[in-house]
């Protein structure tokens, strides 16, 4: 579970305090300093490497990482390595909430992506995802090594009390030895009644080698904590156009506390909404067999080991609790419930939830054809997944999974070829039957072709648990439900010199899972289609000019229950360039817009965006003014955005976009961040 913020700032300032030490360098990926046979060699007052004082030497010999840093990373579960990124010109690359993705009306809220998006994992499912954008997860979850202490202090503010906090650090104890930690934490008072909302992440990570090369063992904790207050929409959104004091705040919601609430960046409380809660540790270790050798050279001896073959365990356990609540019902609001919903409530509280217990263990065995290429490998596993949940105060249940894994992967020497092929198969349990498969095939046609990239992806799937009698959560119909199958075929063409990317992606999908309305789940047993084509091109104008623009464009077949905008692209029009030296420069205009469309309603009940089929909404551009900029290691961003929201009748900004039916969008809005690094 999420620690109250209080105590991880103690936490974070604690281990700041303990990471004074520097580390020794890693010269090489695969070559690790033998300690115990080099004499000649050294260390200064920060533990670096030197050459020894011998004869007549009058200098001592510094390690060439003495006064700089290098630092790189890898996502979990890839072998690529990667380095951190400086850019400016891109906003959404330091914000989590992407620009292809839209929340009701203020960051923490729920959020759902413009493009047809599915749940493409099988097995178990609790089903609640309308905060995965801001999650901090596996997949997300960034693997250092660096020579030196790395730090990275971020913080955004916005309007009406808006805020962001984020910090990073990570440091190599010993060369073998490297740990981080990520904290991240967001509030948002709201631009209606009943709308604050704010994140909580952590993550920390243990990252250990042995000396010899043949054990490595890798810790990661993780918890995210996501509050937000639900309002249900305005009452009557036609009150917009008639506002006393050009505030959307004035007007009543159709759920929670009637009254002007004060807006309070450090206020999480939450007495009409949802708070779901989510913690995982993941302990992997393996061990190598394989061959040794040595290289020597004038004055260091470094051991060398290539594996053969792994043996590898990975272990995780992780907790979880998803309720949404009304703790202040009166008669008023149960007849509001009644009204807007349809729900029949008898009582002075609202509490629906649900909590998990899983713990799962995997075993695989790895063998690598080539000992010089750790990224080409063939991998097979089985795993045993127990799970326990709890409903309400009495409802309790216990599940198990027994599901085979098997995974290639080959990233040529020369990269020219980079080929991933995975896939799981549930044998028994609880979703037995379930299955995923995926490959993709990249491919470097040339320094001026660029790279190709195809892949073909299936999954099957069992319905969320949501939909099982057992969650206390009110779903209507929850009976029937076949396993839902997707599949889907992609392709990608990009061209880093002349600065544009192709892609496109065809899904045909079967069983679909869906929602039509607060609490009624349904399932679409026709096969359905839908193409999403998108192009990225870099022009550049002229010497400081440069015009970045996105397109995506999707198309359904026949008539699934699924309304997606036919087209959405960003445009940007940027002034940007090195001056004075260290001063780096991007300012200028940003344009976002969709095309009309019968946009998802939502149920803050369930948590689920839902089908509707009867209005449309169809939004002015999204417009944006930014500079951002950097000078060294410090970064600066100063936004203002939805300028589309102005009045000229009037010369206010009252022209709200919506984000789904009854819930309108932000007006003007000023957002002012920065983010600063630090080399210890």
């Given amino acids: 579970m999420a620690l109250p913020l209080r105590q991880n700032i103690l936490i974070i300032f604690i281990l700041l305090l303990a990471g004074n030490g520097v580390l020794l360098a890693q010269t090489r990926e695969n070559l690790q300093l033998s300690q115990g046979t080099i004499s000649n060699v050294g260390y200064d007052s920060q533990g670096r490497p030197i050459k020894k004082k011998t004869g007549t030497d009058s200098l001592q010999r510094r390690d060439r990482f ?25 906003f959404t690359t330091r914000f989590p909430l992407p620009y292809y993705y839209h929340s009701l009306g203020n960051y923490g809220t729920a959020a759902q992506s413009f493009f047809f998006n599915p749940l493409m994992k099988p097995g178990f499912d609790a089903g609640f995802h309308q905060y995965d954008i801001y999650k901090f997860t596996l997949e997300n ?30 440091q190599n104890k010993k060369s073998n030895l490297n740990f981080s930690f ?63 004091l050009n505030d959307p705040y004035e007007l009543e919601t159709r759920i929670g506390v009637s009254g002007t609430a004060e807006r309070n960046p450090f206020n999480t409380t939450v007495n009409t909404g949802n708070i779901y809660k989510e913690s995982m540790i993941l302990l992997r270790q393996h061990y190598d067999l394989g061959k040794k050798d040595s ?204 600065g544009w990317k192709l892609g496109g992606e065809y899904f045909a999908v079967s069983n679909y899972m869906y929602f039509d309305s607060f609490f009624t789940a349904r399932q679409d047993a026709t096969l359905f289609n839908i193409l999403h084509v998108n192009a990225e091109k870099k022009f550049r104008l002229s010497k400081f000019w440069n015009w970045y623009t996105e397109i995506h464009v999707q198309q359904t077949t026949g008539q699934p229950p699924v309304n997606l905008p036919f087209l959405l692209t960003r445009n940007r029009i940027a002034f940007e360039g090195n001056f004075y030296t260290n001063l780096f420069l991007s300012t200028g205009i940003e344009i976002t817009y969709h095309t009309g469309y019968k946009a998802d309603n939502y149920s803050p009940f369930l948590g689920q965006y839902f089908y509707q089929n009867t209005q449309t909404i ?12 950097r000078i060294k290691s410090f970064k600066g961003f100063l936004r203002v955005e939805n300028l589309n929201t102005l009045n000229l009748s009037s010369f206010s900004f009252n022209k709200l976009n919506f984000m789904a039916v009854q819930y309108p969008g932000t007006a003007l809005w000023i957002h002012f961040g920065i983010w600063w690094n630090f080399i210890n």
């Fill in 66 to 90: 003495a006064d700089s840093i290098t630092i790189f990373y890898r996502f979990f579960d890839s072998t690529r390595n990667r380095t951190i990124d400086s850019s400016i010109n891109d």
């Fill in 141 to 170: 979850t960034k693997l250092y090594q660096t020579t030196r202490p790395y730090t990275e202090l971020g913080y955004l503010l916005g309007s009406k009390a808006e805020q962001l906090i984020n910090i990073t650090h990570t």
């Fill in 182 to 244: 990520e904290y991240r934490f967001s509030n948002a008072p709201g631009n209606v009644k009943n709308q604050n909302a704010s994140q909580n992440n952590f993550r920390f990570t243990l990252d250990y080698k042995s000396l010899n090369k043949k054990y490595e063992a890798l810790l990661i904790y993780i918890s995210n904590k996501s509050a937000s207050s639900e309002n249900g929409g305005l009452q009557d959104v036609s009150k917009l156009d008639s506002l006393a």
């Fill in 295 to 498: 290289l020597v050279t004038d004055s260091v001896t470094y051991k060398i080991f290539y594996p053969r073959f792994r043996i590898e365990h990975e272990f995780r356990l992780s907790g979880s609790s998803y309720s949404f609540f009304d703790n202040r019902v009166d008669s008023i609001h149960s007849a509001r419930y009644l009204n807007y919903f349809n729900y029949v409530n008898d009582s002075a509280t609202i509490r629906f939830k649900d909590s998990w217990n899983d713990m799962t263990n995997e075993f695989s065995l790895i063998s690598f054809p080539e000992k010089t290429n750790l990224s080409q490998f063939l991998k097979a596993g089985i795993a045993v997944q127990n799970l326990k949940g709890s409903f309400d105060t009495i409802t309790s249940t216990s599940l198990y999974n027994v599901y085979v894994l098997g995974e290639y992967r080959n990233r040529t020497r020369n990269q020219v070829w980079d080929i991933e092929a995975n896939g799981q198969l549930y044998l028994s349990g609880y979703n037995s039957g379930d299955y995923a498969a995926y490959i993709s095939m990249k491919r470097l046609l040339g320094k001026k072709l660029g790279y190709l990239n195809i892949g073909f992806q299936n999954v099957n799937r069992s319905p969320s648990f949501l939909l099982n009698p057992l969650s206390s959560f009110p779903v209507k119909n929850r009976t029937g439900f076949g396993k839902e199958n997707i599949v889907r075929f992609f392709a990608s063409y990009e061209n880093p010199r002349n």
């Fill in 618 to 629: 169809s939004n002015r551009p999204d417009i944006n003014a930014f500079l951002h900029f």
